[in-house]
């Protein structure tokens, strides 16, 4: 425990006080948010991100040393634990090491070695492999004992080589050799399954398929896996890889060979010896390996798509909110009709109806008629379309309306409505709406993520927001743990109303849980609005501990102290004091006194327990105080007329909402119900490595079409406007304003990503319609 400081301060970097200080903090209490925004001093300004990772590597390392005390006791207990074994356990990094150094200790099944060294025939390993000179057979023949079940001299020596394979296949060192040359060098390699061809046609790519382990993409590992277990791949790990004979032997058996010093030269156990050492590979080793390869690729991709999805969903979870404005949401529908609700500025929901103006009914006129209405009865300011199936239809039946109602003047806007039948569904709705048909507090709901995306997102399981990479194909409880952490962090960089708050964002405050945030509500239901921050200690079960965690992150709008409307903490309202006092002000006449604030100098107001961070961050709240840290709100405008798949045309420019940001491109919605797919190599005229580097989900965009495929329904798209593009052909050609971005060989120069190629475009590429298909479950 005590090097455990020692080692996050290397890893992250730091200084090993903030790292134990850090811990401290986290021991007694303390949730990341609060530590982030609050204890700058004591952990040197760590942000968010370092202290999450510095999180998740102590509880490993904590799990690590629970593990080694275990396995200490454990040899211990056998009687056979020495100092140079206790030495390197105790040195031992990783859990990987340290279960290698216990193998050859682990209680396991009776094997077939075990069997032999109980029938005898230890001895006779230990001779054959320390003087290879002797004779195998005439050896074996004095170990020969039916009544132990070595009826001959054959399997005396079946019992010997198992015992030679097992000793060998748990030497820790050895197996740190293989696992860093098969990662090196080895290849996950793929086939279809046999009689697979037609069924698994969306995994052809992989049908014929090698690949470095080390070097696979995530993306490309999960549409692996993924193929394997829908049964149309066959996975294995191809350990010499360009070895045309792969019965002649491997290097891995070279490898073993070397760590035991054996060389063959031709001595009478020689031949028996080396077939030791290829059964020790083959038997023993080769699939252990595989798998152990297969499960580091696998997690290493879950990482990937784990940060991919937190990513994302920060994106979406801190896009611009359009504000406090009465708007109107619209869940489109065909046979079931378009559903309505207006949601008052604040999220009151005022109204709903259903309106059918598509077939069968064809009742538009009467639909526009209706929403005209409650446009103009309830002053609506927003229209926000889901967007979903027939959403463009609505999106036009909307623009018409307008046109007829010129008197009505509203802004109409089509939102993500990813997981708003999950929340009608779900048992926190029936809370909200328990006489509201389920179908309708859909509509709700798309309203009120256009008014404040964060506050409404929350209360849907992250997961079923449909902002992942392969999300269904990796660990379940890391993404959540991944994804709360980050929908924890979006909500305290926001601030929340304590006064407006649903339990569900509340529950999301530092140091709130689930009870504490219902206990609020309840308190804020039966008592009024909060007057200040110190009333809420007199909510049930808010201690003192829960109130220091929260209290900054929760705000008291129009009431008695001004700075409960900030993110100054409580803690440091008496630095906020001695600064208007110095001033010759009241308090709330030095927030927001932009002039003033700015000239103050923070170095001037620190004391004992409040340092320069911390008084620098005060400075900053109060020149603009209560500041939302999102962007404004802004629109994307779809083409008109451009309302499927079949009205694009390559070459056409649209303007797009970035739907999802994967490893290898973006996908963007530019109104016909499919999302078209910018490849990684068309993002932009400079090399990118990361398509976060360019986009972000939310962010609105201008592509041009590329490629349109009818049958398969893809769109290919590219924001390089510049580039020409043929309307019989999918290869984008560049212009002469992009061909000197080429990359230069050997240079000092910038490189541009590859342009893609027939039959390995965007929109040639299987994994993207593998994604594509993922991404619609």
């Known amino acids: 425990m005590s090097q455990i400081p020692q080692l996050l301060a290397n890893e992250l ?146 019992g010997a080589r198992a015992i030679l394979m097992e000793r060998f296949a748990e030497q820790a060192e050895l197996l740190k050799r293989l696992r860093s040359h098969l990662w090196q060098n080895a290849h996950l390699t793929s086939t279809v399954a046999p009689g697979k061809e037609k069924e698994g046609a969306k995994f052809r790519d992989y049908f014929e398929f090698s690949e470095l382990f080390k070097t696979i993409p995530s993306h490309r590992t999960l549409a692996l896996l993924r193929g394997r277990n829908e049964g149309f791949l066959q996975l294995s790990m191809d350990a010499d890889p360009g070895s045309e004979d792969k019965t002649s032997g491997s290097h891995c058996e070279v490898i073993i060979a070397d760590f035991l010093n054996f060389e063959h030269k031709a001595r009478a156990a020689d031949d028996w010896l080396r077939q030791v050492i290829q059964w020790t590979w083959r038997v023993k080793l080769s699939l252990h390996m595989e798998t152990e390869l297969m499960a580091r690729v696998r997690e290493r991709a879950e990482e990937a798509a784990i940060q ?231 909510v049930p079960r808010m201690g003192p501990k829960a109130f220091e965690q929260a209290a900054g992150f929760l705000r008291i709008n129009n009431g008695e ?64 105080p209560g500041r939302d840290p999102r962007p404004e709100f802004k629109t994307a405008n779809f083409k008109e007329g451009v309302d499927k798949v079949s009205d694009l045309k390559p070459g056409m420019t649209l303007e797009g909402v970035v739907t999802n940001v994967a490893n290898f491109g973006a996908f963007v919605d530019v109104g016909v119900h499919q999302d078209g797919l910018v490849h990684i190599s068309a993002l932009s005229n400079s090399f990118v490595s990361d398509p976060r580097e360019v986009v972000k989900a939310g962010q609105i965009v201008k592509v041009k079409v590329v490629e349109v495929d009818l049958e398969r329904n893809r769109i290919g798209l590219t924001m390089r406007l510049d580039d020409e593009v043929s309307a019989t052909t999918t290869k984008a050609k560049p212009s002469n304003s992009t061909k000197s971005n080429k990359p230069k060989a050997k240079s000092g120069g910038g490189k541009s990503n590859p342009r893609p190629q027939p039959g390995n475009s965007a929109m040639g590429n299987a994994l993207a319609d593998a994604f594509a298909k993922a991404k619609k479950k």
């Open 561 to 624: 102290q001004p700075l409960d409307a900030s993110a100054v903490h409580p803690e440091a309202y008496s630095v906020v004091e001695r600064m208007a006092k110095a001033n010759d002000l009241p308090v709330q006449e030095l927030i927001g006194n932009h002039s003033l604030v700015k000239s103050l100098n923070a170095a001037n107001y620190t004391d004992e327990r409040f340092g320069l961070p911390t008084v620098t961050d005060i400075l900053s709240e109060l020149e603009k």
């Open 13 to 158: 970097k730091v200084d090993e006080r903030q790292i134990a200080a850090v811990i401290q903090l986290l021991d007694e209490g303390s949730t990341v948010p609060f530590i982030a925004r609050y204890r700058k001093e004591v952990t040197g300004g760590l942000d968010d991100t370092q202290l999450r990772q510095l999180h998740q590597r102590l509880n490993y390392l904590r799990e690590l040393d629970d593990r080694r005390k275990v396995i200490l006791k454990s040899i211990d207990e056998q009687g056979k634990l020495t100092d140079e074994l206790a030495q390197s356990i105790k040195a031992a990094d990783s859990k990987t090491e340290l279960e290698d150094l216990y193998l050859p200790y682990k209680p396991k099944r009776r094997t077939k070695g075990q069997i032999a060294i109980e029938a005898g025939i230890e001895p006779l390993a230990d001779l054959l492999w320390k003087d290879p000179t002797q004779n195998p057979e005439q050896a074996a023949a004095d170990y020969v004992d039916a009544d132990k079940g070595f009826a001959d001299a054959k399997a005396v020596l079946d």
């Open 308 to 538: 991919v999805f937190a990513s994302n969903l920060k994106d979406l979870l801190m896009a611009a909110p359009a504000g406090a404005k009465t708007t109107m949401g619209l869940d489109p529908g065909v046979r079931t009709g378009v559903k309505v609700a207006v949601v008052d500025e604040t999220g009151k929901a005022v109204a709903t109806n259903t309106v059918f103006p598509f077939q069968p009914q064809n009742q538009m006129d009467k639909a526009m008629r209706t929403l005209a209405t409650l446009c103009k009865q309830y002053k609506v300011e927003l229209i926000s379309i889901g967007n979903g199936t027939h959403s463009r239809e609505t999106d036009k039946m909307v623009g018409d309306m307008l046109k007829q109602h010129s008197e009505i003047k509203v802004t109409k806007v089509i939102v993500n409505e990813a997981g708003a039948s999950v929340y009608s569904a779900s048992e926190q709705a029936a809370q909200e709406f328990p006489d509201m048909d389920v179908s309708l507090r859909g509509a709700v709901s798309i309203a009120r993520r256009l008014q404040d995306p964060l506050a409404e997102l929350v209360k849907i399981e992250p997961k079923s927001i449909g902002v992942g990479q392969y999300q269904h194909d990796v660990s379940q409880s890391q993404l959540a743990q991944s994804l709360d952490a980050v929908v924890e962090d979006c909500v305290n960089a926001v601030g929340v109303d304590a006064n407006m708050a649903s339990a569900a964002l509340l529950q999301r405050v530092s140091g709130l849980s689930k009870t504490l945030a219902k206990n609020i509500v309840d308190y804020r239901d039966a008592n009024g609005a909060f007057a200040n921050r110190k009333q809420l200690l007199d």
